[in-house]
Nanobody, 124 residues
Framework: QVQLVESGGGLVQAGGSLRLSCAAS????????MGWFRQGPGKEREFVAA????????YYADSVKGRFSISRDNAKNTVYLQMNSLKPEDTAVYYC?????????????????WGQGTQVTVSS
């Protein structure tokens, strides 16, 4: 069982930065790949970024590539999402999720555990 708690969301102006954190409970954090998803107003949940259990491989949606960076600290049971050059279209609730060690990480259905989400609002 893994419990995930996101933090770091807030209101920021376009062009600004935020860093989201996702703290995980349990001793098996290092066994899980981790992902970030988001759901904007009236939109479906979409993939943002993911990182393998080892931290070696990372993956990004085209819409955030070059602006967002995912990282993890297995000693702290925490995964991060550094978001730079934010745009109004990045406004959404951001969720972290724990998923499988191997296989695709871009589909929400492969993830086993989800956090409650943190709101990110980018003003123009």
């Amino acid at each position: 069982q893994v419990q995930l708690v996101e933090s770091g969301g807030g209101l920021v102006q376009a062009g600004g930065s935020l860093r989201l954190s996702c703290a995980a409970s349990g001793r098996t954090f290092g066994s899980w790949s981790m992902g970030w998803f988001r759901q904007g107003p009236g939109k479906e949940r979409e993939f943002v970024a993911a990182i393998r259990w080892s931290g070696v491989n990372t993956y990004y949606a085209d819409s955030v590539k070059g602006r967002f960076s995912i990282s993890r600290d297995n000693a702290k049971n925490t995964v991060y999402l550094q978001m730079n050059s934010l745009k109004p279209e990045d406004t959404a609730v951001y969720y972290c999720a724990a998923g499988p060690r191997f296989g695709s990480l871009t589909y929400s259905t492969v993830y086993d555990y989800w956090g409650q989400g943190t709101q990110v609002t980018v003003s123009s």
